[in-house]
């Protein structure tokens, strides 16, 4: 208990810095979104009209005041008024944009991250065998291999050349989003492309780490006692080792959590699809600040929370920590 | 990304050849030949150890050699080229040949000389971002592991709080603050968010030297804490280092050619992630002109493959338990043609 | 129709989705199209929205008072007005309304509606409904009176020839709905009551919106379109495939080598791009080496538009003739006799470039290898451009390769376009690449460019970012504006070009495409350039695009 206190105090601390900080940043980026919105009337706004919409875009009262202001309305979880998809509340932009990134980057997660530890498993069971010799080189490989590259070759050789995927987009747009197969099968159908090339460059690290903690508590003495009373192969691999060797993954997925998020932006970027990152790149591109800031904080929040739930996870999956 | 475990010190190998040579009768070399232990140490022998452990690994070394081998490329690749990677040298899109070894792009610009100065910045720029989030890393690790107390509550906070910050998307915001995103200004503030992972393994490290006999004699005999620290801890902590410099390294290049992809960097840099955004731009693919796109894309993979080579020996060499794996199959082999369980492993 | 869907019905699956959707899609013509990219759509229909909504609405939903023509001026012009007459002072303008239209609830459109909208744009300032509304300082428009039920008189400040322009393109709002909406700009209009061809919205999501047959309009008869779908896209790889496959119709986006990239894609695949307006360097006159007419000249001599017209732009856009900061666009009021003199600035000549820059003293004093100023000051400037405006980034290159050939140390900077738009109207800057305005007349363009209270730092208009006053041309296009005849308007006109070419305040580089692509497999009557009955692109700002959209008809299969 006083160690899920700890952490909680840790993580309290931590929001408010990376509140603070998501409020300074963006207000550091030069302009704002009126010098855009003039530019499209290309001269037929005459001198009053053009100094009354840059009035009305500009940002009122001190940076104290706004920050003060700012303050409150996360606490309210009011994210304010998206300026670019005018008049949408940030907060169901946010969430419109966060569903289809957790559409990605959960399924891309869940196969990396499955797959991955099998493989790290059977690599340490049998390692220095062919299949570890041969596959965990070239896993962890392709995890060095940028999303940009990958996401582009896949969306250029099985959506622009071979036609086999849609270009862009969630779901077919002429069905309306509800629970029924047509609809689920449209969006797995339009999310695979997306989901392979997230899933390509990170199942590799999955892979290396569960390898490498098997392989160091292969020798670890429980594991040779669970042998000696002569267990099942398989009941030690998975109830003895890989039990014990989940445990650093999980806080590592954890911490991976924000970064897979936010990496899906570039991902999303070339598949068009309609997720946070998204979102993100025109908000930035056109100064929608509320949008940023809320991006930002929704992705802070999605990290520390995911590391509590490691945490909690740790807690129960590890008896020695229950006691610190 | 992968989890650096501290491993006792034992040797699985020495172990078992020991076991092998008593046990056994038939001549020694003919042993040393099925296991592939050499009679004579090499070279190597006369090497500090880390370091021979590393050139003895063969992952590494083949990591080291194609390292090398890009670096010297973008050295030397320029000067065996007469154009000006930034200057138009030819029609557009002409396919790869005798006149352009890889061929040009839409502009017209000499694709294998883009590609070999493109490698100076992104090679530079990796490695100066992955150096310096390394180092950053190994003074913040350091100290929060060795000073304790309040100056490790405080670090590690930061630490804690960098880990949690948005990567991808803090760095977008920040590189629009400048007007124009170089590849310095992307390296710096790669270097600036990246150091937390190397901080966090470094931390840890230093706490379970902190409590090693030879720290605590050095402590008792009244050394200074910063000789300490220079003298006794940091050498120790030399492949966590390197470890953390590797992957930043390789964060950062990815990182790198993913801004200047999706067109956040300065288009007039010629670095492989801004080759990627002309090829991308100029829809190379869409016309065919694969020369465009796949020679940058293949150097970034490439790199990242090195490093990633580079990565295993280091992971081996910190963990010696996963270098074991590399003999274990022989031994297998050894002791099944001897009739004896192999199960132990 | 109802025997159709009886039979679809019997005959069609399990789910009620999947029965609706093959009656209605054999039933309605739907014609797709994508006047605006954008990452989610937002139910929004307010018609002067400039971030989305005005792109939809405008023009298929909400009618002008006019539409100009401006390829065939005096054909299908009329729009909510049926004749407007301007007096013999200029200083008012009374439109005479059309008889017998409905608002889409059923309400009657009249003099009213044109007044109160008038009188709104005059109350929210902060609302862009494009009328050039007095203010005491500014705008010319004083105010609307009705005459009666189907006439209005405008009146105005100054004499203006030009009126009509600026006031064909007011969109009449209803004032039954508007009256009690206090803040417009924030307003999302989510149930549009409006006059044009198609105004009723349905199947709204994320993904797009149809806006359809308006039952009360007065097109119905030669409508052949149920519905327009403007469906949500971002990215040019996506429309292009989309049209490629059939998903959409008309588009109006950037093009990469089309006859690579986009023509082999679809045999119903077509493009057209008519020059548009020009781009030019607006050079900042204020400082040093710009304040330089020698300087400047030897600028232009030394850019090699070829290369960026066949390279840099892909060989899409269109050579500029004259160095008077306008193109293609406005060639009906070119004088060649008058400008002939100044053709030699828009050639290529390196070595003559060097040689005016060491006649006017810019040599290289301090042996860097580039030129300095004649004070000896180092000259080494920028070249702004927003970054991922690919076609400019290459033309920005260019140039700057082109400078730094003759010795000046010019570079391509390339900013994030939000940082990129707020600098221009500080005037602080070097040189941008900007657009220049399309418009009714070249006084769009030119007036901005020499209205000094368009050169004040902090308010600086994209046109007139130079800041070179030249007190003269802002008489004669004020003159321009008062003239009634167009023979006036031409000489006046002349004047202030070779006032440009003689001062060079910014150097002109190509005409950039109008973009306009189109598929002909589900719907034909398309504007060709055989058949260029209106200006064909699907934008905001091309009041004829309803024109266009009547005039197609659905291929029969």
Not at chain 2, 177 to 191: R, Y
Not at chain 2, 250 to 269: Q, S
Not at chain 3, 244 to 268: N, R
Request: glycine letters at 8%; hydrophobic letters at 45%; charged letters at 15%.
């Amino acid at each position: 208990m006083v160690f899920l206190l700890r952490r909680l105090a840790f993580y309290v601390a931590a929001l408010f810095v990376a509140i603070t900080l998501n409020f300074f940043i963006p207000r550091l980026m030069p302009g704002d979104p009126s010098a855009r919105i003039i530019a499209s009337f290309q001269g037929r706004l005459n001198e009053a009209q053009v100094e009354a919409i840059r009035k009305s875009y500009g940002l009122t009262g001190s940076l104290w005041e706004q920050y003060v202001t700012y303050l409150g309305s996360v606490a309210r979880l009011d994210f304010g008024i998206s300026t670019v998809q005018f008049p949408e509340p940030t907060a169901s932009l946010l969430f419109y944009g966060a569903t289809w990134t957790l559409v990605l980057v959960g399924i891309a997660i869940f196969f990396a991250f499955i797959i991955g530890s099998m493989m790290g498993i059977h690599a340490a069971w049998n390692r220095g065998r062919f299949f570890d010799s041969v596959f965990t080189p070239i896993n962890v490989m392709l995890n060095a291999f940028t999303p940009a590259v990958v996401a582009l070759l896949l969306f250029y050789a099985f959506s622009l050349q071979l036609k086999w995927f849609p270009l862009g987009r969630a779901h077919d747009p002429s069905l309306m989003p509800g629970f029924d197969l047509q609809f689920i099968g449209s969006v797995l159908y339009h999310a695979t492309l997306p989901v392979l090339s997230i899933f390509l460059v990170s199942f590799g690290g999955w892979h290396l780490g569960m390898r490498n903690v098997m392989i160091n508590l292969l020798n670890e003495d429980f594991v040779i006692l669970a042998r000696a009373k002569g267990l099942s192969d398989r009941r030690v691999r998975y109830r003895y080792v890989a039990r014990n060797a989940i445990l650093p993954q999980i806080t590592s997925l954890a911490l991976s959590v924000g970064f897979l998020l936010g990496g899906a932006l570039v991902t999303e970027q070339v598949f068009n699809y309609p997720g946070l990152g998204k979102f993100t790149f025109t908000a930035i591109q056109s100064r929608d600040f509320s949008f940023i800031q809320g991006q930002l904080l929704l992705l802070t929040m999605s990290v520390l929370v995911a590391n509590l739930l490691s945490d909690i996870a740790n807690v129960i999956l590890d008896p020695r920590l229950r006691k610190g | 990304m992968s989890d650096i475990i501290q491993a006792k010190p034992f040797s699985l190998t020495e172990a078992l050849d020991r076991e092998a040579m008593a046990s056994m009768a038939p001549s020694q070399a003919e042993l040393m030949e099925e296991l592939r232990v050499k009679p004579k140490p090499g070279w190597t022998s006369r090497l500090p150890p880390s370091l021979a452990a590393f050139v003895t690994n063969p992952k590494g070394m083949a990591g080291v050699v194609i390292l090398l081998a890009l670096v010297l490329f973008s050295v030397f690749g320029p000067m065996m080229s007469d154009y000006n990677p930034n200057r138009r040298a030819g029609k557009p899109h002409v396919a790869p040949g005798y006149e352009h070894v890889l061929g040009t792009t839409r502009m017209g610009k000499d694709v294998f000389t883009q590609l070999a100065y493109g490698g100076r910045i992104s090679l530079t720029v990796g490695f100066g971002a992955g150096i310096a989030a390394a180092l950053i890393g190994l003074a913040i690790g350091i100290s929060a592991g060795y000073f304790g107390g309040r100056v490790d509550d405080v670090l590690t906070f930061f630490v804690n709080v960098i880990l949690v910050l948005p990567g991808l998307p803090l760095i977008i915001v920040i590189a629009t603050l400048v007007e124009q995103a170089s590849p310095l200004v992307i390296g710096v503030v790669l270097a600036l968010t990246g150091w937390g992972w190397p901080a966090r393994t470094i931390r840890t490290q230093t706490l379970t030297l902190r409590t090693r006999e030879f720290v605590l004699s050095a402590e008792l005999m009244g050394e200074r804490k910063w000789r300490i620290v220079l003298k006794e801890i940091f050498p120790n902590m030399l492949s966590f280092f390197v470890g953390g410099l590797v992957l930043g390294t390789i964060a950062a290049i990815l990182a790198e050619a993913a801004l200047e992809f999706i067109g956040l960097g300065d288009p007039n840099a010629v670095t492989w992630g801004t080759m990627l955004f002309w090829a991308q731009s100029n829809m190379a693919l869409q016309s065919g002109a694969w020369w465009e796109i796949w020679p940058p894309a293949f150097a970034i993979m490439v790199t990242g493959a090195a490093l990633v080579l580079v990565n295993f020996a280091v992971d081996e060499i910190t963990n010696p338990q996963l270098k074991a794996g590399r003999k274990i199959s022989l031994i297998r082999k050894f002791l099944k043609r001897r009739g004896r369980s192999a199960d132990v492993f | 129709m109802s025997n159709l869907r009886t039979m679809a019905l019997a005959t069609a699956g399990l789910t009620a989705l999947a029965l609706a959707m093959p009656a209605l899609a054999q039933e309605e013509v739907i014609l797709r199209l994508l006047p605006h990219h954008t990452d989610a759509m937002t139910e929004n229909y307010n018609p002067n929205n400039p971030t989305g909504p005005q792109q939809r609405m405008r023009d298929f939903a909400y009618e002008p008072l006019w539409i100009d023509n401006l390829w065939h001026p005096g054909e299908n012009e009329a729009a909510l007005a049926e004749s407007f007459e301007i007096a013999e002072d200029m200083l008012s303008i009374t439109y005479k309304l059309r008889q017998g239209v409905k608002w889409s609830d059923g309400e009657d459109f009249n003099a009213d509606d044109v007044v109160f909208s008038f009188d709104y744009a005059k109350a929210h300032p902060d609302y862009p409904m494009g009328v050039d509304v007095y203010n005491g300082e500014t705008g010319n428009v004083v105010s609307a009176e009705k005459i009666d039920d189907h006439t209005v008189r405008f009146t105005l400040n100054e004499p203006d020839a030009l009126v009509r322009y600026g006031l064909g393109g007011l969109y009449p709002l209803p004032e039954h709905i508007w009256k009690d909406v206090e803040d417009p700009k924030n307003f999302a209009n989510t149930n549009p009551v409006a006059t044009g061809p198609w105004t009723e919205v349905r199947n709204f999501s994320r993904n797009g919106f149809e806006l359809c047959r308006n039952e009360l309009s007065r097109y119905n008869a030669d409508n052949a379109i149920d519905c327009l779908n403007f469906p949500q896209m971002n990215g040019n790889e996506q429309t292009v495939a989309a049209l490629s496959a059939g998903d959409l119709d008309w588009l109006g986006d950037g093009l990469t080598d089309p006859d690579v990239t986009f023509l082999p894609q679809s045999e119903f695949n077509n493009y057209w791009l008519p020059a548009g307006a020009d781009v030019n360097l607006q050079l900042n006159t204020t400082k040093a080496p710009f304040d330089n007419l020698e300087f400047r000249k030897a600028m232009s001599v030394a850019i090699d538009r070829d290369t960026l017209v066949d390279i840099a732009t892909f060989g899409l856009t269109t050579h500029t003739k004259y160095p008077i900061g306008t193109g293609e666009l406005f060639n009906t009021w070119y004088e060649p006799e008058e400008l002939e003199p100044y053709a030699w600035l828009m050639q290529y000549d390196p070595d003559k470039a060097m040689e005016m820059l060491d006649e006017a003293g810019f040599v290289d004093a301090d042996g860097d290898g580039w030129r300095d100023n004649p004070d000896g000051t180092p000259i080494a400037f920028g070249i702004s451009m927003p970054s991922g405006w690919t076609d400019w980034v290459n033309t920005g290159q260019t140039v700057a390769e082109n400078l730094q050939d003759i010795g000046i140390n010019a570079s391509l900077r390339t900013m994030d376009q939000g940082a990129w738009f707020d600098a221009a109207p500080q005037g602080n800057f070097d040189v941008y690449v900007m657009w220049t305005n399309a418009g009714p007349t070249p006084h769009s363009q030119y007036h901005p460019m020499f209205n000094p209270r368009l050169m004040v730092p902090g308010q600086i208009d994209f046109q007139a970012m130079h800041q070179l006053a030249l007190p003269e041309a802002h008489e004669l296009l004020n003159a321009f504006r008062a003239s009634p005849s167009r023979e006036d308007q031409q000489r006046l006109l002349t004047q202030v070009h070779k006032l440009v070419a003689e001062n060079v305040p910014v150097i002109s580089l190509f005409a950039n495409p109008t973009w306009y692509e189109y598929s002909t497999r589900r719907f034909t009557g398309w504007v060709t350039e055989e058949n260029p009955f209106v200006r064909p692109q699907v934008h905001d700002g091309t009041r004829e695009r309803v024109l266009h959209a009547l005039a197609l008809k659905p291929i029969q299969n």
